[in-house]
């Protein structure tokens, strides 16, 4: 941690110089430079706001997401999201029923609004974290909501739908580049017939939450905001690489699924810096053309598959 206070300390005076105190960012190989490396916990809103697009929706819509809270609640998405709201983050001391204000009436306005939003998709698991992830960075509702907007509209379509078509496809998606990348697992899943959902879902569908060390995950996110849904494949990638030899030697399913849980935990994924770094060294060269490419074709057979 004192290894990595003295970086946080170095990116401080950079973000401070890059700002100068202005709310805009620009898109260029400097910021894109400066995103890899961290942004400071107080800019965090601001750079993934205007990044991902979030901050220009936020703007062309004045009021919009007071009124999506004023409308009449769907009980059903009421009951829902309630389900949820105890399970979300229960061990975070602002998520509690004693905490002054309590982060649960927060996350309960940004679920119902979105569910409202976006009612293809109304509420599904795993939403509740994410919400919680960005009202606890961004210590606000609206921007919660825009950045949910901009990641499950936009980043990630059709991850949270019913039929879960993205995240499905991408599950696949990694495991054909785990074929190229990393052949000797991807033969591994192969001879024990585990299927790719069984182990990874929860890294998509969570965003790694829970999943790695936060800091880690907050770094993974200003990627994310910046760059799209391809640091996802590098993060898992570079996990599965790194650990190719452990997982290799699994022997049966449970060994396969206990291999896969702890190459997600210790030192590697916890020196958050050294890790970020590793993420765009380790799987190679990864273009948005590339991963296009195969979600076409893993797409199709999903679809082919299900008909």
């Not at 961290?38 to 979030?54: D, F, K, Q, T």
């Not at 979105?114 to 698991?125: D, P, S």
């Not at 950045?147 to 496809?169: N, Q, V």
């Not at 049966?252 to 210790?266: A, H, M, Q, S």
Request: proline share 4%; glycine share 4%.
């Amino acid at each position: 941690m004192s290894e990595y206070l003295a970086v946080l300390t170095r990116r401080s005076i950079r973000w401070a110089k890059l700002l100068q105190g202005r709310r805009r960012v620009d898109r260029n190989l400097k910021v894109k430079r400066y995103v890899r490396k961290g942004v400071l916990n107080e800019h965090r809103p601001l750079v993934w706001m205007v990044c991902s697009g979030a901050q220009e929706q936020m703007d062309r819509n004045p009021g919009y997401y007071q009124s999506l809270l004023d409308t009449h609640h769907e009980p059903k998405l009421e009951e829902s999201i309630r389900t949820d709201l105890h399970r979300t983050f229960p061990d975070n001391i602002y998520f509690r029923k004693s905490a002054e204000p309590c982060l649960q009436k927060a996350l309960y306005n940004v679920l119902v609004a979105y569910g409202h939003h976006n009612k293809a998709v109304g509420y599904c698991q795993g939403m509740n974290f994410i919400a919680g992830y960005l009202i606890l960075v961004s210590k606000d509702e609206e921007t919660s909501f825009w950045l949910m907007e901009a990641l499950l509209s936009r980043i990630l379509p059709d991850y949270y739908t019913p039929a879960m078509l993205g995240l499905k496809t991408d599950q696949e998606v990694l495991g054909e580049l785990v074929r190229l990348k990393a052949p000797a697992v991807w033969k591994l899943m192969q001879d024990q017939g585990v299927m790719w959902t069984l182990v990874v879902s929860r890294w998509f569908i969570c965003l790694f939450i829970d999943v790695l060390p936060v800091e880690t995950v907050l770094r993974i996110w200003d990627c994310l905001f910046y760059e799209g849904s391809k640091i996802l494949f590098r993060v898992a990638l570079t996990l599965i690489r790194h650990h190719q030899q452990e997982i290799a030697e699994a022997q049966n399913l449970p060994d396969v699924c206990e291999r896969f849980k702890r190459i997600t935990r210790g030192a590697f994924v916890e020196d958050c810096h050294t890790f970020m770094q590793k993420i765009f060294q380790e799987p190679g060269s990864l273009s948005m053309a590339t991963v296009s490419k195969l979600r076409e074709s893993c797409r199709a057979r999903i679809i082919a598959d299900e008909s």
